[in-house]
């Protein structure tokens, strides 16, 4: 268990419909970043958050957005969804310290499935 | 841009065999981190093992053992005496300090009793 909590666990929706992911970081973790995983694209980082802050954007869509709360929980935004956004979205966390990489530990993600 | 390859898709091995992973990477950074994690069945990701670009230290931590070699720009990964909780497809990623992961497209063991 690496101390990242995803809700929910699985998600099964309609084309245009929208979602949101949450995600609990670690105990004393300042950085959220999001991942998702398809099999066409792989492991794609989608966004980060630090302390509150969007820190770094990666392939992420206009159509999904994130944002990190005071209490550093994060939600992903998932709006207009089409089929091919079903994916396993992960949520993981680190401390955040400046000037260095530090090793994310991942959720157990959520399985989206998009009919 | 970075880049990392798995080119083995698939490995399939005997319990009590050695497994070796390969991982080549790409970047024009002196500074960088390379990690192996790993997706068992059940779908989660666990972190396994994690190096710096100026640390060619290689160790073995339990059955774990990596290779890393700035020379040829590989980070090898190698499961010793292999058991079937090993299946899993295992992922290299690379990142360059701007904080995102780069993933390879992994590699699938499975370990047959």
């Known amino acids: 268990d690496s101390g990242v909590t995803q809700t929910p666990k699985h998600l099964i929706t309609a084309t245009g419909q929208r979602v949101t992911l949450r995600c609990s970081p670690r105990?004393?973790?300042?950085?959220v970043y999001w991942y998702q995983q398809s099999l066409d694209q792989g492991l794609q980082f989608l966004i980060q958050?630090?302390?509150?802050?969007?820190?770094a954007k990666g392939n992420i869509l206009e159509r999904f957005s994130a944002q990190q709360f005071p209490d550093l929980h994060s939600e992903l935004n998932l709006s207009s969804l089409e089929l091919g956004d079903s994916a396993l979205y992960f949520c993981?966390?680190?401390?955040?310290?400046?000037?260095?990489?530090?090793?994310?530990?991942f959720g157990p993600g959520t399985r989206l499935l998009v009919l | 841009a970075q880049k990392v390859t798995q080119a083995q898709t698939e490995i399939s091995v005997v319990e009590k065999e050695d497994v070796t992973l390969d991982c080549v990477y790409e970047?024009?950074?002196?500074?960088?981190?390379l990690f192996w994690y790993k997706q068992p069945p059940s779908g989660e990701l666990v972190f396994l093992i994690r190096?710096?670009?100026?640390?060619?230290q290689n160790e073995i931590s339990g059955r774990y053992s990596w290779n890393f070699q700035k020379s040829t720009s590989s980070f090898n990964f190698t499961i010793t005496a292999s058991q079937v909780v090993d299946s899993a497809v295992y992922f290299c990623?690379?990142?360059?300090?701007?904080?995102?992961?780069?993933f390879g497209a992994g590699t699938t063991v499975t370990v047959r009793a």
């Open positions: 993981a966390s680190s401390v955040g310290s400046e000037g260095t990489q530090e090793t994310q530990y």
């Open positions: 105990s004393g973790d300042l950085s």
């Open positions: 958050y630090y302390n509150g802050e969007e820190r």
């Open positions: 970047t024009r950074d002196t500074t960088y981190y």
């Open positions: 190096r710096n670009s100026f640390d060619e």
């Open positions: 990623a690379l990142s360059v300090g701007d904080y995102k992961l780069s």
